[in-house]
């Protein structure tokens, strides 16, 4: 089993940042991959961005390129998302998934936080 804890989220004006960190405890991640994920309201669930924990690439969003980074601190299993030049529609809860591969979360499965609000104002 794998518990995932969120943090950092918060309101912010259109424009500004937020790292958000998620805490991983549980079986060890040399295999596995972890991501962030979000859902608007009245929509579906999205990719964000994600990171295969033994070789560090990561993927992301079109949507968001240029302006997330996704990170890791081996040492206390965390994963963190910085969210640079924040626009309105990236209002939405953000979710820390982790999972054996990046297309185990894309397909929603895997283990799940229980996600963190990100508001955006303009």
């Known amino acids: 089993q794998v518990q995932l804890v969120e943090s950092g989220g918060g309101l912010v004006q259109a424009g500004g940042s937020l790292r958000l960190s998620c805490a991983a405890s549980g079986r060890t991640f040399s295999t596995y991959a972890m991501g962030w994920f979000r859902q608007a309201p009245g929509k579906e669930r999205e990719f964000v961005a994600s990171l295969t924990w033994s070789s560090g690439n990561t993927r992301y969003a079109d949507s968001v390129k240029g302006r997330f980074t996704i990170s890791r601190d081996n040492a206390k299993i965390t994963v963190y998302l910085q969210m640079n030049s924040l626009k309105l529609e990236d209002t939405a809860v953000y979710y820390c998934?982790?999972?054996?591969?990046?297309?185990?979360?894309?397909?929603?499965?895997?283990?799940w936080g229980q996600g963190t609000q990100v508001t955006v104002s303009s």
């Open positions: 998934a982790a999972g054996d591969s990046v297309l185990t979360l894309i397909a929603g499965r895997g283990y």
